[in-house]
């Protein structure tokens, strides 16, 4: 299977820069799957994970909202944060989904919502990061 150049970076770090065979991303409006030499686009990025297949096996991180870039060679993603599961932890983050999720109940202005409802959505992103992980360590 024909490879391309994957590269994922953070504010905070260059997270991941490797050849890879297919990357499966979370966008807006569903998954969309990338292997060498697919059509150049622009990606939203919502926060999920991240699927990606190098030498025949596959590896998932965690992805906090941001973009993705893709030509034929390479695809770049620019995000918040990124994280593999193990370096989650999850009683912090089963915390940090309570906490928004009660935050959610309460009285806010929209851009309170907006905010809230995306830490939200990462804390579970990141659960579910989690639990992938025990299922495939099984």
């Excluded at 919502?113 to 299922?135: C, E, P």
Aim: net charge neutral.
């Amino acid at each position: 299977m024909a490879e391309f150049e994957l590269e994922i970076t953070t504010p905070e770090r260059a997270f991941f820069k490797e050849s890879v065979q297919m990357v499966v991303l979370p966008g807006e409006n569903g998954e969309l799957g990338v292997l060498a030499g697919h059509a150049p686009l622009v990606l939203v990025l919502k926060s999920g994970s991240v699927r990606i297949k190098q030498n025949g096996q596959w590896r998932e991180c965690v992805t906090a909202d941001g973009y993705a870039m893709v030509d034929r060679k390479r695809v770049l993603l620019l995000c918040q944060l990124a994280e593999w599961p193990e370096e989650i932890n999850e009683r912090l983050t089963r915390e940090e989904e309570q906490r928004e999720k009660e935050k959610l109940r309460q009285a806010q202005s929209k851009r309170e919502f907006v905010v809230t409802k995306a830490n939200l959505a990462h804390a579970m992103a990141r659960l579910r990061a989690l639990s992938h992980r025990s299922i495939n360590n099984e």
